[in-house]
């Protein structure tokens, strides 16, 4: 039987977000901290944000369930006898089955982590978190088998003394393997393939057929199709992924002019693609700074991956103290009125930026400063680090925001055919227009991965196809406000223009990032123009109809998947 949720979500799904970013003096901001005793006497829980509350309904004194994402932009309250929470896998079995024989609504969640609530739904949810153990190891086919609630970071720790990794990481390591997989997730690498990719089976406990096992060498269209399922077809309960030989990382960080990197003849650009395994960039709008981060492997004459078993094997030779790095922004802030010393000191990155922002972020002229003083950071900001790989591909994403992240195919075997560089050509003019600026901070993130065999994913396409994923932000000011409403309202119209400049280029929004027509942060005009736009992407006719095998009922639906996949 399940355990009461507050119980559980405050000890298993506490999150506390430290308001770090991810510097080189910095280890990855994100840690999670278990205080079941003082969260259940507060009566809250954070979890993807995530919170455990005692509403009463009007009608029928009903507790609630509060579950809010973790970019703090959708939340939903599930009646707390509907919020399931399964501890073993018979259990997963039989409360899918019951809810398919009610006709019960039960959206599975991983980490809450999606910024678009695609796993959100006030009817019922399912949490995987409690079906968290690693099943199996094969080192000899360098391959781990586990269940779908375990997190990233769990997972790494635990196949680390077998010397293994994952391929490659996303920004946040406190995803559930389940959404790590099923919204098609990406790092960054020209040759890296979404992280689906490296799905060998899976096992998937359906509505219609019960628990069925998928794999890459018996399954085919269906296997290809449930890689990248979104949590529509059944929930993921096990995966098996191939891994690769842990392996250690320098990262390099290093500004480069804009003009020259958008020189039309594409030579810097061709040669970061091919120099490095991993690169992105961080364009800096209203400056001429972009923020490259490139990492290759050691050389093997390093340890090896059993001698560490934590982070703390990173290392930067970065030799400028972190507070003469943030002197820009400091000194940015001090000299607005009002301010005092107290407002500076001991202040990460993230929290001087966002300080910044609040003071006036519609307002492009003073964004234009806050860019300024962020590009002098990063110029004092090079430098090198080395590490397990694990610890160096995640970095933070900030806090509350608005986001949309767009992919679209740039060429061939990382060779980019330009598209890339033309999208923000295009995206960085409209942006600095003397007519309509855009109040836009840093940074824009560009990222490349090669393609994906799963016909859902973004990155749909040949092993040798090169895709970019470039994502724009707003920071969203803490609590409801007006300030907030505004931001809200600004970033929509930015979203717009964003889509549109990427739909010559046959661009596709991440799945995590989609919102509905009519929601905030939508690129969308109406739901019959995203309906086109997805059909023409990606084989609707042939999901819907595993879909409706797998799900008759449309039990593990929700607001989202109908509007997404809706004839």
Same mark, same amino acid.
């Given at each position: 039987?399940?355990?009461?949720?507050?119980?559980?979500?405050?000890?298993?799904?506490?999150?506390?977000?430290?308001?770090?970013?991810?510097?080189?003096?910095?280890?990855?901001?994100?840690?999670?901290?278990?205080?079941?005793?003082?969260? #259940?006497?507060?009566?809250?829980?954070?979890?993807?944000?995530?919170?455990?509350?005692?509403?009463?309904?009007?009608?029928?004194?009903?507790?609630?369930?509060?579950?809010?994402?973790?970019?703090?932009?959708?939340?939903?309250?599930?009646?707390?006898? @509907?919020?399931?929470?399964?501890?073993?896998?018979?259990?997963?079995?039989?409360?899918?089955?019951?809810?398919?024989?009610?006709?019960?609504?039960?959206?599975?969640?991983?980490?809450?982590?999606?910024?678009?609530?695609?796993?959100?739904?006030?009817?019922?949810?399912?949490?995987?978190?409690?079906?968290?153990?690693?099943?199996?190891?094969?080192?000899?086919?360098?391959?781990?088998?586990?269940? #779908?609630?375990?997190?990233?970071?769990?997972?790494?720790?635990?196949?680390?003394?077998?010397?293994?990794?994952?391929?490659?990481?996303?920004?946040?390591?406190?995803?559930?393997?389940?959404?790590?997989?099923?919204?098609?997730?990406?790092?960054?690498?020209?040759?890296?393939?979404?992280?689906?990719?490296?799905?060998?089976?899976?096992?998937?406990?359906?509505?219609?057929?019960?628990?069925?096992?998928?794999?890459?060498?018996?399954?085919?269209?269906?296997?290809?199709?449930?890689?990248?399922?979104?949590?529509?077809?059944?929930?993921?309960?096990?995966?098996?992924?191939?891994?690769?030989?842990?392996?250690?990382?320098?990262?390099?960080?290093?500004?480069? !002019?804009?003009?020259?990197?958008?020189? @039309?003849?594409?030579?810097?650009?061709?040669?970061?693609?091919?120099?490095?395994?991993?690169?992105?960039?961080?364009?800096?709008?209203?400056?001429?700074?972009?923020?490259?981060?490139?990492?290759?492997?050691?050389?093997? @004459?390093?340890?090896?991956?059993?001698?560490?078993?934590?982070?703390?094997?990173?290392?930067?030779?970065?030799?400028?103290?972190?507070?003469?790095?943030?002197?820009?922004?400091?000194?940015?802030?001090?000299?607005?009125?009002?301010?005092?010393?107290?407002?500076?000191?001991?202040?990460?990155?993230?929290?001087?930026?966002?300080?910044?922002?609040?003071?006036? !972020?519609?307002?492009?002229?003073?964004?234009? @400063?806050?860019?300024?003083?962020?590009?002098?950071?990063?110029?004092?900001?090079?430098?090198?680090?080395?590490?397990?790989?694990?610890?160096?591909?995640?970095?933070?994403?900030?806090?509350?925001?608005?986001?949309?992240?767009?992919?679209?195919?740039?060429?061939?075997?990382?060779?980019?055919?330009?598209?890339?560089?033309?999208?923000?050509?295009?995206?960085?003019?409209?942006?600095?227009?003397?007519?309509?600026?855009?109040?836009?901070?840093?940074?824009?993130?560009?990222?490349?991965?090669?393609?994906?065999?799963?016909?859902?994913?973004?990155?749909?396409?040949?092993?040798?196809?090169?895709?970019?994923?470039?994502?724009?932000?707003?920071?969203?000011?803490?609590?409801?406000?007006?300030?907030?409403?505004?931001?809200?309202?600004?970033?929509?119209?930015?979203?717009?223009?964003?889509?549109?400049?990427?739909?010559?280029?046959?661009?596709?929004?991440?799945?995590?990032?989609?919102?509905?027509?009519?929601?905030?942060?939508?690129?969308?005009?109406?739901?019959?123009?995203?309906?086109?736009?997805?059909?023409?992407?990606?084989?609707?006719?042939?999901?819907?109809?595993?879909?409706?095998?797998?799900?008759?009922?449309?039990?593990?639906?929700?607001?989202?998947?109908?509007?997404?996949?809706?004839?």
């Amino acid at each position: 039987m399940s355990a009461p949720p507050r119980l559980l979500l405050a000890a298993r799904w506490c999150r506390v977000v430290p308001s770090l970013y991810h510097a080189h003096a910095h280890a990855h901001a994100h840690s999670y901290s278990f205080v079941a005793a003082s969260l #259940a006497a507060a009566g809250i829980t954070l979890g993807g944000v995530l919170k455990a509350e005692q509403a009463q309904d009007n009608t029928a004194g009903a507790d609630f369930t509060h579950i809010v994402n973790w970019s703090a932009t959708h939340d939903v309250q599930v009646p707390t006898n @509907k919020y399931y929470q399964p501890e073993t896998h018979d259990e997963l079995v039989r409360i899918v089955a019951e809810a398919d024989k009610s006709r019960t609504k039960l959206r599975p969640v991983g980490s809450a982590l999606s910024p678009n609530g695609l796993a959100l739904n006030g009817e019922g949810m399912l949490s995987m978190a409690l079906l968290d153990n690693v099943v199996h190891v094969d080192q000899a086919k360098r391959q781990v088998t586990c269940q #779908a609630g375990i997190r990233i970071s769990e997972l790494v720790e635990a196949i680390r003394p077998h010397g293994l990794t994952l391929q490659n990481y996303a920004s946040i390591r406190e995803q559930q393997v389940g959404g790590f997989t099923q919204v098609g997730a990406h790092g960054t690498g020209a040759s890296i393939p979404p992280v689906d990719e490296t799905v060998v089976s899976m096992k998937l406990v359906t509505p219609g057929e019960g628990v069925v096992t998928l794999s890459r060498d018996e399954d085919g269209s269906a296997f290809r199709l449930a890689k990248c399922g979104l949590g529509a077809l059944g929930v993921l309960s096990e995966v098996t992924l191939q891994c690769v030989p842990a392996y250690r990382l320098v990262e390099r960080t290093f500004v480069v !002019p804009r003009s020259q990197l958008l020189a @039309k003849d594409g030579k810097l650009h061709a040669s970061l693609l091919n120099q490095y395994m991993h690169v992105r960039y961080m364009w800096i709008p209203f400056t001429d700074t972009v923020v490259v981060v490139g990492l290759n492997p050691e050389e093997e @004459k390093e340890t090896t991956a059993t001698d560490s078993s934590s982070s703390s094997s990173s290392s930067s030779n970065s030799s400028m103290p972190m507070e003469e790095r943030l002197v820009p922004l400091k000194h940015l802030l001090l000299r607005q009125p009002g301010a005092r010393a107290a407002d500076v000191d001991g202040r990460s990155f993230a929290d001087l930026r966002d300080a910044l922002l609040r003071r006036d !972020p519609l307002n492009p002229e003073w964004v234009r @400063k806050v860019n300024a003083a962020e590009a002098a950071f990063w110029a004092r900001n090079e430098g090198v680090r080395r590490g397990w790989s694990d610890e160096l591909l995640g970095f933070d994403c900030g806090g509350e925001q608005w986001v949309v992240e767009i992919a679209f195919p740039c060429g061939d075997s990382k060779v980019s055919d330009g598209g890339d560089l033309d999208v923000m050509r295009n995206l960085l003019a409209a942006i600095e227009s003397s007519d309509n600026p855009v109040p836009a901070p840093a940074p824009i993130e560009q990222r490349w991965t090669s393609g994906s065999s799963a016909p859902m994913s973004p990155a749909s396409g040949s092993a040798s196809s090169l895709h970019t994923w470039i994502g724009i932000i707003m920071y969203l000011p803490p609590g409801p406000s007006a300030q907030r409403d505004a931001v809200t309202s600004r970033f929509a119209g930015y979203a717009t223009m964003f889509g549109d400049l990427c739909q010559p280029y046959n661009g596709t929004v991440h799945w995590a990032k989609l919102e509905l027509p009519g929601n905030d942060g939508t690129i969308y005009k109406n739901l019959k123009e995203m309906q086109q736009r997805l059909r023409r992407k990606y084989p609707m006719d042939e999901f819907n109809a595993l879909r409706q095998r797998f799900d008759p009922n449309h039990v593990l639906s929700n607001e989202w998947v109908n509007g997404v996949f809706s004839k």
